[in-house]
């Protein structure tokens, strides 16, 4: 089945820098999502982005998608001690209300 | 107000006994859905719900059972538990299909 796969497993950066992470999926779209989990927490979902766009802006966040590699890139600029989190990305399969993730991106932020 | 709430939040019990998960949404959402998240972080989903009617069923044992009482609540019940059944489940609603996802806090389930 199925599966949204984030690169890399895990990053750590100092406070200030941008944070880059990606995700890799398998099958065609409808949209893909991606989520943020604090430590014993639920997901909170942060940007949608839809198969015909290619480019998403959401404050600091900053989403892109090619379709034709079927890949996606959140990046998070000018991090905080308080963007550490696990990051998600989630994919559907075309026509299917389904939503598969991967197993995250932890994102350290050194303050 | 929590949007998505379940109970309990942390659940140990013993291999073989049956459990149950309660989640409810209070925000009007039509779809409700049960994830297991194991302890690579992987998120599952295991079921799906659309006005009280199962859609989606992910090859998950039949020992899981969802209950859908009405489109606000969905409940996980689980049979005869098995130590690998041990991880964290979250519930999550949206507004329609491949719509964004709202999650509850989770129910982390330990079995010994």
């Known amino acids: 089945s199925q599966q949204g796969e984030e690169d890399p497993q895990a990053l750590s950066i100092q406070e200030g820098e941008n944070a880059t992470m990606n995700c890799s999926y398998k099958t065609s779209i409808n949209n893909l999502q991606w989520y943020r989990q604090n430590s014993g927490r639920g997901l909170v979902h942060l940007i949608l982005i839809r198969s015909n766009e290619r480019e998403k802006h959401s404050g600091r966040l900053r989403v892109t998608l090619d379709t034709s590699k079927k890949s996606s890139s959140l990046l998070i600029t000018a991090s905080r001690a308080a963007d550490t989190a696990s990051y998600f990305c989630?994919?559907?399969?075309?026509?299917?209300?389904?939503?598969?993730f991967g197993s995250g991106t932890k994102l350290n932020v050194k303050p | 107000d929590t949007a998505v709430s379940q109970t309990p939040k942390y659940l140990v019990t013993q291999m073989g006994n049956d459990k149950s998960i309660k989640c409810e949404q209070n925000?009007?959402?039509?779809?409700m859905y049960w994830y297991k998240q194991d302890s690579k972080k992987f998120l599952k989903i295991m079921f799906s719900y659309n006005n009280k009617e199962l859609i989606i069923n992910e090859t998950v044992p039949n020992r899981f059972s969802p209950k859908s009482p009405d489109k606000a609540h969905l409940n996980l019940h689980i049979n005869s538990l098995e130590l690998g059944d041990s991880a964290v489940y979250f519930c999550?609603?949206?507004?329609?299909?491949?719509?964004?996802?709202?999650f509850g806090s989770g129910t982390q389930l330990s079995v010994l």
């Open positions: 999550a609603s949206s507004l329609g299909q491949n719509e964004k996802l709202f």
């Open positions: 925000l009007g959402h039509d779809t």
């Open positions: 989630a994919t559907d399969e075309n026509n299917f209300n389904k939503f598969y």
